[in-house]
């Protein structure tokens, strides 16, 4: 934009910044709303028993839970920080807590969508519920 129309447009790279913090953090919601979100699954090439598979599975979903809180808590730190040094963009002068602040809602939102798959990995682990196993593992 800066070469073709000669005008530097250092608004539009505001806008663009606050506006990818937000889809960035909505998408990663909604990987973990669909649980799409990146994962290694290799554990059902050790792990022939189904209830064994949904042990293992509970537990990883428990540490990517306590991590999700992790980040919600620094996050909300973040925000804090934000609201009380009242952070602005340099050309546009928007508020940085406005960006800021998906961060932490994205935070939430993926711990609570990782506390619902803990919840159902326990319930096959504890025989409430069928495992399902991946695709080609009998």
Sequence with gaps: ??????????EVEE??????FWLYF??????SYERTHIKTELIHLFVKKPRAYALVKSLASLITFALACVMSYWGYSLFLWGIEKRGRTPV???????AQSSIFVGAVFMSFYFLVELLDNLRQALGMAPVSMPPGVE
Excluded: E
């Design 15 to 20: 806008l663009a910044t606050l506006v990818a």
């Design 1 to 10: 934009m800066r070469y073709v129309f000669h005008y530097p447009g250092m």
């Design 92 to 98: 546009l002068l928007l508020p940085l807590v406005y």
């Design 26 to 31: 909505t998408g990663a919601i909604h990987g």
